[in-house]
């Protein structure tokens, strides 16, 4: 008797893993999406304006900037603040992050408060687009992020959730004392 139910129970077992490997076969088939596929924050269209917005959510390449704290006059400027050195060109998939937290309206201090801390930019971001660049400099020192065009400061905002900038940029400068003190005190105040 034991030997008939062998059979009966093995072809349930064999239709059970076809019918496994068949739906896992068919997820692979799924669409991928990235930060572009993201509904625009309507709020920071009107904040930034749309050649800004466009530049910032569909860059052909973005470049990240080590920032210098005083300018000596004889460096490159972004705005009226010194570049150190440049750091690279960021990768898209490593660049999604930050652009998934510059369209969070929810990142921002949306009022029209403003920091007494001086701005210090730690690090700048160039969000170019054929031959347009947008600028977005950040100063850990406040939480301050600001957007530079052609030259000229276009608006300044305090930022919420700086860890995950935070971590960005020490990930880009590993050996860089002050943004992983800034990490270690980020992680340290979140807990």
Known sequence: ?????????????????????ISCKSQSNLPS???KDLPKDATLNRL????????????????????????TGKEMLIGE??????I??????YASPLVFFLNDSLNYNLSDDMVKTPFT????????QNKKSVFILISFSGNQL??????K??????????????RLSAGLQPQDEYLNYMLNQSQTTSR
């Not at 930034?48 to 300018?71: C, F, H, R």
């Not at 690279?88 to 998939?93: A, E, I, R």
């Not at 930019?121 to 170019?128: G, H, N």
């Not at 600001?146 to 030259?151: A, E, L, N, T």
């Open 81 to 86: 603040y010194a570049i150190k050195h440049p």
């Open 33 to 35: 999406f990235t930060y």
């Open 146 to 151: 600001s957007i530079v065009h052609d030259g």
């Open 153 to 166: 400061e276009i608006m300044r905002k305090l930022f919420f959730n700086s860890k995950y900038l935070l």
């Open 1 to 21: 008797m034991k030997r008939h139910l062998l059979p009966v129970l093995a072809l349930p077992t064999v239709a059970l893993c076809m019918s496994t490997c």
């Open 48 to 71: 930034w304006g749309d050649s800004i917005s466009e530049v910032i959510n569909n860059p052909t390449l973005i470049k990240a900037y080590k920032m210098q704290p005083a300018s």
């Open 121 to 128: 930019p730690t690090i700048a971001f160039e969000f170019q």
């Open 88 to 93: 690279g060109t960021l990768d898209m998939t």
